[in-house]
């Protein structure tokens, strides 16, 4: 497929996080983009302020009369479903129909491409990654799943030489890719409604590792794949070490496998956040990054909306978000602010994100959840699913081990924060609760 020919690009779920930066890369290299989502949101408004059009009505009519079959490119998500008007308008008369990584492919075959992948730290990596490489000069366009504080995009530069991609593993997508180095930032069972079981996640993965080479793969220490490790306080060759906090920042050396770079400070909370910075360092080095620009890159890089994002931080209240919707990914989150406030008392409301991965890892979201001094729980959030019978909130929340626990309405939760007499206030999910941040943000600011 040649994208020169394309005139025209249009998307079905315009509003996803990795459709939207497709969308601003194809607008900004002189496409007409127009787009379909389900609801208005954040980012669409985002999207509408530098002039894409979008539509929140399934209606072919809305399809622009110019859109042909020669010269239109046509994206979709998979939530999308398939009774859905406009993509079997698209499917029917045989328009070029690709999924987003189908195109990140394209975009990036003929590129020198990082690939991030991993169930866990794809997004927080690729961008500390494409950060450090836009900073260091390096003629690059990263491809990012959040929106970076330092560009308030999620597509960092616009080169031609270099790319920087998320390698998601949801239905494999990843396998289309062409990387020229990678890295893999964990491989915890996810997507098990795809997947069917962990082998199979970890074969996949193993799929992908096999596409470079092992002296250009970069992999935390102790998963199965052969490639140079990375690590905290460990034998890894690239690790962290004689960490300390400094005025809000973590400093510390890496021992990588021919130096000892020191004094390196990184601003983001948690150790999965060092490991996540180790990677891009390790990958930006093996690209010919200087230790000085590397350097400079880590300590300006302010974070990715919704990744332990910082909404009020105050000496007596504090407001964090964050996107987590794995166990594991709680379990970061509470390991971070507890290191942070070690004698705060901690409130947490969580959104599960899918009836499929509540039933699947509801003993681990139970055993992470009740790690907090209180908690709220909202009902689950569906995105692409249907509901499955006894999987809900209440069948979770029986199970969290807390007796400060409640189930929450959206409109409950907020009065919950109002008046409840916590330090630290907390919002996890990967669902629409990050459409109430602002209304939390006002509410404990009057409160405080």
């Known amino acids: 497929m040649n994208l020169n020919q394309i005139h025209n690009v249009y998307f079905i779920g315009i509003g996803g996080i990795g459709m939207s930066a497709l969308a601003r890369y194809f607008q900004f290299i002189g496409k007409k983009v127009v787009g379909y989502d389900k609801t208005p949101t954040q980012l669409t408004d985002e999207l509408q302020a530098i002039g894409l059009e979008i539509h929140f009505e399934d209606n072919i009519s809305l399809i622009p009369e ?43 075959k003929d590129t020198y491409c990082f ?26 366009t990263a491809f990012l799943g959040g929106i970076v504080e330092n560009y308030n995009s999620n597509l960092i530069g616009s080169g031609k030489t270099v790319t920087v991609v998320e390698a998601d593993e949801f239905d494999r997508s990843f ?16 997507h098990l409604d795809i997947y069917g079981d962990a082998a199979s996640i970890e074969e996949s993965f193993r799929e992908f590792a096999a596409k470079t080479s092992s002296d250009n793969l970069y992999v935390i220490k102790g998963l199965p794949l052969e490639g140079y490790t990375i690590g905290v306080n460990n034998d890894a060759n690239f690790s962290a070490q004689n960490i300390r906090i400094e005025n809000g920042f973590y400093v510390f050396d890496v021992k990588t496998p021919s130096e000892l770079i020191e004094n390196v400070q990184f601003g983001l909370p948690g150790h999965h956040n060092l490991t996540n910075a180790l990677l891009a360092l390790a990958m930006a080095k093996s690209y010919g990054v200087s230790n000085e620009n590397i350097i400079a890159a880590l300590k300006s890089f302010k974070g990715v909306r919704r990744r332990f994002s910082f909404q009020i931080r105050e000496e007596n209240i504090v407001y964090i978000d964050d996107y987590a919707h794995h166990p594991t990914e709680i379990n970061a989150v509470h390991q971070a602010v507890r290191e942070l406030y070690p004698n705060k008392k901690i409130i947490a409301a969580f959104q599960p994100h899918l009836f499929s991965r509540t039933k699947d890892f509801v003993d681990g979201f139970a055993e992470s959840l009740s790690q907090f001094d209180e908690v709220l729980l909202l009902e689950i959030y569906p995105a692409r699913e249907l509901p499955m019978e006894g999987v809900n909130s209440t069948w979770l929340l029986n199970k969290i081990n807390n007796p400060n626990k409640k189930l929450v309405s959206k409109e409950e939760l907020l009065v919950a ?12 999910g990967a669902g629409d609760i990050g459409e109430l941040v602002k209304n939390i943000k006002k509410t404990l600011h009057e409160k405080n």
């Open 66 to 108: 110019d859109f042909y079959v020669e010269n239109t490119l046509v994206i979709v998500t998979p939530a999308v479903p398939v009774t859905h008007s406009e993509w079997n308008y698209f499917v029917e008369r045989n328009y070029n129909v690709k999924k987003r990584a189908e195109v990140l492919g394209i975009i990036t």
């Open 115 to 140: 690939a991030v992948a991993g169930t866990h730290g794809k997004t927080t990596t690729s961008s500390i990654l494409g950060h450090v490489l836009f900073e260091s000069g390096v003629d690059v």
């Open 175 to 190: 396998l289309h890719l062409h990387p020229n180095v990678s890295c893999v930032t964990s491989m915890d069972a996810d």
């Open 417 to 428: 924060f109002k008046n409840s007499d916590a330090d630290v206030f907390i919002t996890i």
